[in-house]
Antibody, heavy 118, light 110 residues
Framework: QVQLQQSGAELTKPGSSVKISCKASGYTFTSYDISWIKQRPGQALEWIGAINPGSGGTGYNEKFKGKATLTVDKSSSTAFMQLSSLTPEDTAVYYC???????????WGQGVMVTVSS | DIVLTQSPVLAVSLGQRATISCRASQSVSISSINLMHWYQQKPGQQPKLLIYRASNLASGIPARFSGSGSGTDFTLTIDPVQADDIAAYYCQQSRESPLTFGSGTKLEIK
């Protein structure tokens, strides 16, 4: 069965960076793009961007350019997102999700809580 | 960016029909393909795909969920509503980048 297993919660300080992971299993990793989505507490969902694991090609929401960097490690079927220059506004749950054609998100990871606090 | 507007809260009695709407700031349809999708999110959980391309039921989703609409106006219907359906429901468009979500509708029981 398709699973996306994300790394654990992070507590970080303003100005720092954090890198979170999303390990895929149950399907051919290079066959589907992986997207990342942000959800601030009690708020709606925001699409950050997507990466093609086969080519490494990326597409970003303009709002998150310079904030998020998406990469993959094909050997371990893992996608990564690095968030830089963190501020309290980056405090949120971050989800990875598999992107199906259309596109829509058919499988989601369990989410990673990133807390930015001094 | 395409803005998707949803009512914040909908209160429905158990066993009745719930109709959740989503209005897009511009058309999200291309020819006969409606690029609107729906998700359910229960508290403390990740979102789950319910409906894709406006009216197609995702795998494993009960048939009491259905979707309709085209252009700028879309509807998610739950009939009949069960206690397990208490959740937030989000629409999402894929007509243009960036992909955008509605602000969500919280389904409550009367």
């Amino acid at each position: 069965q398709v699973q996306l297993q994300q790394s654990g919660a992070e507590l970080t300080k303003p100005g720092s960076s954090v890198k979170i992971s999303c390990k895929a299993s149950g399907y051919t990793f290079t066959s589907y793009d992986i997207s990342w989505i942000k959800q601030r507490p009690g708020q709606a969902l925001e699409w950050i961007g997507a990466i093609n694991p086969g080519s490494g090609g990326t597409g970003y929401n303009e709002k998150f350019k310079g904030k998020a960097t998406l990469t993959v490690d094909k050997s371990s079927s893992t996608a990564f997102m690095q968030l830089s220059s963190l501020t309290p506004e980056d405090t949120a749950v971050y989800y990875c999700a598999r992107l199906k054609e259309a596109p829509f998100f058919d499988y989601w990871g369990q989410g990673v809580m990133v807390t930015v606090s001094s | 960016d395409i803005v998707l507007t949803q009512s914040p809260v909908l209160a429905v009695s158990l066993g009745q029909r719930a109709t959740i709407s989503c209005r897009a700031s511009q058309s999200v349809s291309i020819s006969s393909i409606n690029l609107m999708h729906w998700y359910q999110q229960k508290p403390g959980q990740q979102p789950k795909l319910l409906i894709y391309r406006a009216s197609n039921l995702a795998s494993g989703i009960p048939a009491r969920f259905s979707g309709s609409g085209s252009g700028t106006d879309f509807t998610l219907t739950i009939d009949p509503v069960q206690a397990d359906d208490i959740a937030a429901y989000y629409c999402q468009q894929s007509r243009e980048s960036p992909l955008t979500f509605g602000s969500g509708t919280k389904l409550e029981i009367k």
